[in-house]
């Protein structure tokens, strides 16, 4: 059973940024394309971008185009969402979450095609 624990989500004012990191509790989640995850208030869970497990192929939502960056560093067992310019639409609660797939290069921003998620951690953007 693969545990992911997000962190860094806060209270920020817009055009500031934050550095989410989502850590999994085995050595094993390098082979899992990690996913990042948002629901605002009252509204359903986007996907905001997806990294394959070698780092070498990422997508993004196009709201966050630009803005957003996200890394991995499986070492650490590690992945990161770097997010800057931040808005306020942007508040919600994010989530990463794990799945395995038959290809190296696969990411996906379907929460229907991930098997593992994490807790969650709230994201505030607000003056």
């Known amino acids: 059973q693969l545990q992911l624990v997000e962190s860094g989500g806060g209270l920020v004012q817009p055009g500031t940024s934050l550095n989410l990191s989502c850590a999994a509790s085995?050595?094993?989640?390098?082979?899992?394309?990690i996913g990042w995850f948002r629901q605002p208030p009252g509204k359903e869970r986007e996907g905001v971008s997806s990294?394959?497990?070698?780092?070498?192929?990422?997508i993004y939502a196009d709201s966050v185009k630009g803005r957003f960056t996200i890394s991995r560093d499986n070492a650490k067992n590690t992945v990161y969402l770097q997010m800057n310019n931040l808005k306020p639409e942007d508040t919600a609660l994010y989530y990463c979450?794990?799945?395995?797939?038959?290809?190296?290069?696969?990411?996906?921003?379907?929460?229907?095609?991930?098997?593992?998620w994490g807790q969650g951690t709230q994201v505030t953007v607000s003056y």
């Open positions: 979450a794990a799945g395995a797939y038959g290809s190296a290069w696969y990411t996906t921003l379907s929460s229907a095609e991930y098997d593992y």
């Open positions: 990294i394959n497990f070698l780092g070498g192929s990422t």
């Open positions: 085995s050595v094993t989640s390098f082979y899992y394309t």
